[in-house]
């Protein structure tokens, strides 16, 4: 029996280093171009960008700069912080190559000593993962309200229980993961009320069809919000690159850690 084993990495309980991704980050070093990159690992454009704004939304620093337009779909280049990342991860994996050869050497695969090991992960359906820093906790009775702030200095409330709030011991300073789904962003329609929680932001990728639209929005800081919402007059005439203000109830945002 062999053994064998994928490092990866997770960040607020999140995949965040994953073998794949750590593939397309070296092959971002050497190209400069996500389209390139992307070739090379293969997976596709748009999901070679995605990963590249999950990867950013997670870190403390972002990992990519990203130019778009141009040839090519614009120049990417890893950060410094993004190859001391990759430089990091090079030591952990050598480490965990070590470790597995020794434990196979432990192993008795002719008489079955070593029995089947398997771990349960969840992922969770939500689009939007998001690194968000807690500035304020306010409890009233069963109910709570989590303020928090955006690497790109943007701001948004959370609405939860106060037992989440303990049992998470959620404190200011805090860092965690806002977590919302897409069907929950919605756009905000010129002369509306704002709500609670307004994002605003440059589309960077629109996609249509019959009733619905999904946008992704930079919102700064290296962070990309999703959203899915129904067409309407408004919304049909939005373009990439235009400006658009979303909003997403407090409700609606859980948070890990």
């Known amino acids: 029996m062999e053994l064998a084993s994928t490092l990866s990495l997770e960040m607020f309980g999140k995949p965040f280093l994953l073998e794949k991704r750590i593939r397309l980050l ?24 995605e990963a590249v704004d999950a990867m950013n939304a997670l870190s403390p620093e972002p990992i990519v700069n990203r130019e ?24 952990l994996e050598e480490e965990h190559s070590r470790f597995i050869a020794r434990l196979a050497s432990l192993v008795d695969g002719e008489e079955g000593t ?54 998470l011991q959620i404190e200011v300073g805090n860092s965690v993961v806002a977590v919302y789904k897409s069907s929950n962003v919605f756009v905000v329609n010129p002369g509306e009320t704002q709500p609670i929680n307004l994002l605003e932001g440059t ?5 249509k069809d019959a009733k ?15 959203s899915v919402s129904p067409l309407s007059p408004y919304i049909a005439t939005l373009k990439t690159g235009e400006k658009v203000r979303l909003g997403i109830k407090p409700r609606d945002i859980m948070i890990g850690r």
């Open 114 to 167: 070593f029995g089947t090991i398997g771990r349960l992960g969840l992922q969770l359906s939500a689009r939007n993962q998001i690194q968000a820093v807690v500035t304020q906790v306010q409890q009233d009775g069963v109910n709570a309200t989590v303020a928090l702030q955006l690497k790109g200095a943007q701001k948004m409330v959370s609405h939860i229980t106060a037992e989440a709030v303990e049992d």
């Open 26 to 49: 070296h092959a971002i070093e050497e190209h400069g171009s996500i389209s390139k990159a992307a070739k090379a690992v293969p997976m596709s454009y748009k999901s070679a960008w």
């Open 212 to 226: 619905h639209i999904k946008l992704a929005v930079d919102i700064g800081g290296y962070d990309t919000v999703v």
């Open 203 to 207: 589309i960077t990728l629109l996609e």
């Open 68 to 91: 778009t337009g141009g040839k090519e779909g614009g120049g990417t280049v890893l950060t410094a912080y993004g190859k001391r990342l990759l430089q990091h991860y090079a030591l």
